[in-house]
């Protein structure tokens, strides 16, 4: 008899829910996803199969604008890269009377993480026109989307792909050898600073480079054909000027923040979170190790093992990073770097590795989200002592 009872006043106060949702519609019903677009299941597909250049990002980030301008802004970041391209950022906002909380994703900072661009266009075409993402993840929160924070990087590396490759420092100091080869790996962009004294040199790694302990990892800077090479001061490189103006001007409205990046080395796969420069802890270690390891359960990788969760100075201390930047100036609170695997120089013609990497990658992603919501109990009610997420 009692059980009948409770179920009877859950259902009348759902009945009841409903009915005043109908009578009373929320201010931003007429906003909203499911109102204004073509609502669709994209299932377990990858829609963008082809490593994305700048082209294709601009191109993508442009469709979205146009096609749902009510919910998708796109911003063109300033300066422009020495190679006089510009870093986009799409905007995703499902209610724009309201702020909501935001979720900043930057990824391709690295000029060898080619699929990172992929995976956050895959998230961002989930996030506006799959119907199972849309609730909880798109009509709860505020995206701020950097699919490519290196196009110069990625353009480079991309262009010299059939070339027989060459250790990336002699590559750099051998002007010679240059037409013929490319460098085993590229982690840098391409600058070229007037004044540096040798000439033949070039690029700057963009995640050392920005102005939070700067260098403070080593006692010399390393030179500059260096793959770490973290550019003549803070922020010389025309990438992180724009990405700091571009997360300066966000300010407090970023509750969650994700570096999307790639780990070069198999079956090492890391969800790390600050601080990167230093072995001390931050205030709030125990809740990113909390979220870390709630989503490396959620993400289990496809052979079954999880992704290693910690601090990210406990395998190498590396200062001047984008997430120690949006944790230690920027101040917020959840700040994760997402390092699935990812080879060097993949076959363009075959996209398995691609379609790994962006389910992965997205994956990952979500999970990180439902792990802070988790910890929080939003969205979620308690129903005879078990929590329900809606």
């Not at 009692?2 to 009373?24: D, E």
């Amino acid at each position: 008899m009692l059980l009948q009872i409770k179920v009877y006043l859950i259902a009348t106060s759902y009945f009841l829910g409903a009915l005043f949702m109908i009578l009373f519609p929320p201010r931003n019903y007429e906003l909203s996803g499911a109102k204004i677009r073509t609502v669709r299941s994209a299932g377990d597909g990858v829609k963008y199969k082809q490593y994305a250049n700048h082209k294709i990002v601009a191109t993508v980030a442009e469709r979205f604008g146009r096609h749902d301008p009510e919910v998708v802004n796109v911003v063109q970041l300033v300066p422009l890269t020495t190679g006089n391209r510009s870093i986009l950022a799409v905007e995703l906002r499902s209610d724009r009377q309201s702020r909501k909380p935001g979720i900043l994703i930057i990824g391709a900072l690295d000029a060898m993480s080619w699929g990172a661009p992929n995976a956050i266009l895959e998230l961002a075409d989930k996030l506006l026109y799959d119907a199972s993402y849309q609730t909880p993840f798109f009509n709860d929160y505020d995206w701020y989307l950097i699919p490519m924070g290196n196009p110069d990087g990625i353009h480079f590396t991309q262009s010299l792909r059939s070339l027989p490759p060459l250790d990336p420092y002699e590559w750099a100091r051998n002007d010679t050898a240059r037409p013929r080869t490319r460098p085993s790996a590229w982690h840098k962009n391409i600058d070229k600073e007037s004044e540096t004294k040798n000439p033949v040199c070039f690029g700057t790694n963009i995640n050392r480079n920005f102005a939070y302990h700067w260098q403070d990892d080593v006692h010399k800077a390393p030179p500059k054909c260096c793959q770490y090479y973290p550019g003549s001061k803070p922020f010389s490189s025309a990438e992180a000027k724009a990405i700091r103006k571009y997360v300066d001007k966000l300010g407090d409205v970023i509750s969650l923040a994700i570096h999307l990046h790639a780990s070069f080395v198999p079956k090492k796969e890391y969800i790390l979170y600050p601080w990167r420069y230093s072995l001390r802890q931050t205030s709030n270690s125990r809740t990113l190790q909390e979220i870390g390891e709630y989503a490396a359960r959620q993400a289990r990788l496809p052979d079954g093992r999880i992704y290693e969760v910690h601090q990210s100075s406990s395998d190498e201390r590396v200062a001047g990073t984008l997430s120690d930047y949006l944790s230690g100036v920027v101040g917020i609170d959840l700040v994760f770097l997402i390092k699935p695997y990812h080879a060097l120089y993949p076959n363009e013609t075959d996209n398995s590795e691609l379609v790994v990497y962006v389910k992965k990658a997205v994956s990952t992603i979500l999970s990180v989200v439902r792990g802070w919501r988790s910890s929080t109990k939003q969205n979620t009610l308690s129903f005879f002592g078990i929590d329900v997420e809606f």
